[in-house]
């Protein structure tokens, strides 16, 4: 998700396994058309950043045109192509078009395909400053979610637990667009935002879930509010004013022992003592032979606040758990829930959970599903003070 540093771009394969492998009760799925709601919001995707060629294939009827003045480039039934930057703009199979930015639009029963994902909605390809290029689908709020659940859980959970990814993904979806609507887009398609992967990620089950929740948000005092989650919160989700400037009672933080089940419940990590000298050292930081780790304080849900680093020659720094687990990498250091120690040239960590831990617990909310609770159940549990409302009611819709 997401400013939302999940890290949950390498959990997602293990969640599916995972998930296949335990038994999943059939919940009784209410019979009932999706809520109406009159308008569906476009969302600005950044699918591709700062490459210097894609592939496109466009398979049926399609037109593309000039970004800024709509001047047609080119039409037809059909196109395999090579675009790349260009000496006056972009090069469409090596044509030049002489255009800084092209939109690509299908007709009706086309489709796009950009790098082999198929698209829904319109394209837009822009060269950058720098000469590289950056790739939006623009795309409707609902059928962007369709390709958003599948990464972030397993289309084989529970319906409840679908339909409160759902509503938590579109919340954060709006709230991002409603900060970045001076920027060229609104949302990355990778962790840093929430992972999609267009219409080639679509399930029935998670699209179902979609559908079921339309138009429906989260809110905090009747507007839209940072919906975080995260992977394995390993007992207590975190309070997001540690992480971020941010202090709402929705992200103080819930106790939690729902997620474990959860395979990334525990990790462990080791790494030789070179390897962390250099990159403390690639930071700036007056390190040379490690001689020790040590936690100095821990927070209320029991993550690393503060640690402290000693070298051979007594020199020290002192550092956050969130920086610590930046610099070394968020994938290694899963959580700032750890221990760590320095055992035979190694510095040896051992930890619980995955992610920031702000927000919902996604693996907590697969436990609560299972146990037959409904969607807005689980919803306000990790979001203590918010109500389930619709976009129709927000004071402004991005």
Known sequence: MKKNISFRLMAVSLVFFYAVSLPCPVF???????????QDPVMRVNIIDDTS????????????????????????????????PGVDGIKLNAKDLASTGIRVKVFKDA???IENKRFRGDVDILKKPNGNLMVINYIPLEEYL?????????????????????????????YQ??????????????????????????????????????????????DIFPAYYHATCAGHTEDASNLWNIDIPPLKGVVCNFCM???????????????????????????????????????????VDKLEIKSESNNSVILTGKDFRQMI????????????????????????????????????VYGQARRGKRADEILKYYYPGTEISSINKLKTVP
């Open 28 to 38: 009784a799925e209410p019979v009932s058309a999706p809520p109406k709601v009159d």
């Open 53 to 84: 060629g894609i592939k496109m294939v466009l398979k049926g009827r399609y037109k593309i045109t000039d970004v800024i003045s709509g001047i047609s480039l080119s039409e037809g039934p059909y196109l395999t192509a090579k675009v790349e």
């Open 111 to 113: 489709n796009i395909y």
């Open 146 to 174: 369709y390709g958003v659940l599948y990464h972030e859980v397993s289309h084989r959970w529970p319906m409840e637990a679908l339909k409160v990814q759902a509503i938590a993904a579109r919340t954060f979806a709006l």
């Open 177 to 222: 667009a409603r900060q970045n609507k001076t920027k060229p887009y609104d949302l990355r398609s990778d962790i840093y935002s929430q992972v999609y992967g267009g219409r080639t990620s679509e399930k029935w089950s998670t699209t179902r879930a979609v559908d079921l929740t339309r138009g429906q948000v989260l809110t905090y005092k009747a």
């Open 261 to 303: 089940n959860s395979p990334h419940y525990k990790w462990s990590k080791e790494l030789p003592l070179w390897e962390a000298e250099k990159i403390l050292k690639d930071k700036g930081y007056a390190i040379d032979k490690i001689a020790s780790i040590e936690v100095l304080s821990t927070n209320a849900s029991g993550r």
């Open 329 to 364: 990498g968020p994938n290694e250091i899963r959580s700032t829930k750890f221990s760590a120690s320095i055992k035979r040239g190694k510095l040896v960590m051992a930890g619980t959970g995955w992610g920031h831990g702000v927000g919902m617990c996604q693996w907590g």
